[in-house]
């Protein structure tokens, strides 16, 4: 069974940093665009940062270019997204997405169930 497990989510003030991660099983993800989404609520899920299979390229949201950074370790079949100065309207679910063909779409094979990102005032 394919599972994508996000980590790392939680309360921080605004300014500070977090990082998620996303562990993949089931199969291997190291040939596949992987990437981050997120959805506050009341609003539709949006892009926040995508990766190639290399990792060679990467591709942010304009929202967030310049304090979020996706990586990714093929050996550990994990992606992730290390956040700094975080704001409130940072705050989300923030979702890790594998296997696309459209990586900045939402039109991902596999999701995650999503990590929470609190970030006060």
């Known amino acids: 069974q394919v599972q994508l497990v996000e980590s790392g989510g939680g309360l921080v003030q605004a300014g500070g940093s977090l990082r998620l991660s996303c562990a993949a099983s089931g199969r291997t993800f190291s040939n596949v665009a992987m990437g981050w989404f997120r959805q506050a609520p009341g609003k539709e899920r949006e892009f926040v940062a995508a990766i190639s299979w290399t990792g060679g390229f990467t591709h942010y949201a304009g929202v967030v270019r310049g304090r979020f950074t996706i990586s990714r370790d093929n050996a550990k079949n994990s992606v992730y997204l290390q956040m700094n100065s975080l704001k409130p309207e940072d705050t989300a679910v923030y979702y890790c997405?594998?296997?696309?063909?459209?990586?900045?779409?939402?039109?991902?094979?596999?999701w995650g169930q999503g990590t929470q990102v609190t970030v006060s005032s």
């Open positions: 997405a594998a296997d696309s063909q459209a990586m900045t779409t939402t039109r991902y094979n596999y």
